[in-house]
């Protein structure tokens, strides 16, 4: 079946701008996750909800980013402002239980603030 | 502060010989520790993984190794195949907490035919 869709695929955006990443989730699985991975660096945690609830934001690095989910579906990360240091392949993964080993993730979006 | 390490960003192996992935790590809460392989333009996708209550777990031709002692743990792979070209991350995550992954930095293997 369709795996876990993400868009754009490349973003590139003035110091300043709001930015939307859409993440659509595989059918049927509860839990979505929202990543980044920054040059160089691992993947670091932002954010999952289960369902349309979001019960741990603790690692949104800053209060210009936030997400929705809506009918337990497609989920967007909004970064509003953006900096260069937001420049980052983010990647959303979802899982059809809350359990890390079941984690599928999408392609990612490549996002660059000039 | 890097929970965990991979400190190698590369490793190159002949094909048919073992390739040995090699991780660190800091929180002695982690209880859960996962391998990913990620192939350019896409999404990591899961391999293998070992519960703290094991210190060996194999799955075909990929075996995870887990030293708690050493907070340690390693993936070997034998024969490594040209296929087995891509990124590994080393995963864990803590005690209570079953799906928020801490990621290393990765390893580039790279398997010569």
């Known amino acids: 079946g369709a795996g876990v869709s993400q868009s754009p695929s490349n973003k590139v955006t003035e110091k300043g701008k709001d930015v939307e990443l859409r993440c659509d989730p595989i059918s049927g699985h509860t839990a979505l996750y929202w990543y980044r991975q920054s040059l160089g660096q691992g993947l670091e945690f932002l954010i999952y909800f289960q369902g349309n609830s979001a019960p741990d934001k603790s690692g949104l690095p800053s209060d210009r980013f936030s997400a929705e989910r809506t009918g337990g579906s497609v989920s967007t990360l909004t970064i509003q402002r953006t900096q260069q240091e937001d420049s980052a392949v983010y990647l959303c993964?979802?899982?059809?239980?809350?359990?890390?080993?079941?984690?599928?993730f999408g392609p990612g979006t490549r996002l660059t603030v000039t | 502060d890097q929970q965990v390490k991979q400190n190698s960003p590369s490793l190159s192996v002949q094909e048919g010989r073992i390739s040995i992935l090699n991780c660190d790590y800091t929180n002695s809460m982690f209880d859960y520790f996962l391998w990913y392989k990620k192939y350019p333009a896409e999404g990591p996708t899961f391999l293998i993984s070992?519960?703290?209550?094991?210190d060996k777990n194999e799955d075909g031709r990929f075996t995870v190794f887990l030293n708690k002692s050493a907070k340690h743990l390693s993936l070997h792979i034998v024969p490594s195949q040209p296929g087995d070209s891509a990124v590994y991350f080393c995963?864990?995550?803590?005690?209570?907490?079953?799906?928020?992954?801490?990621f290393g930095k990765g390893t580039l293997l790279t398997v010569n035919p």
């Open positions: 993964a979802s899982s059809p239980r809350l359990v890390s080993y079941e984690q599928y």
């Open positions: 070992i519960s703290s209550i094991k």
């Open positions: 995963a864990a995550n803590p005690r209570g907490s079953n799906y928020k992954l801490t």
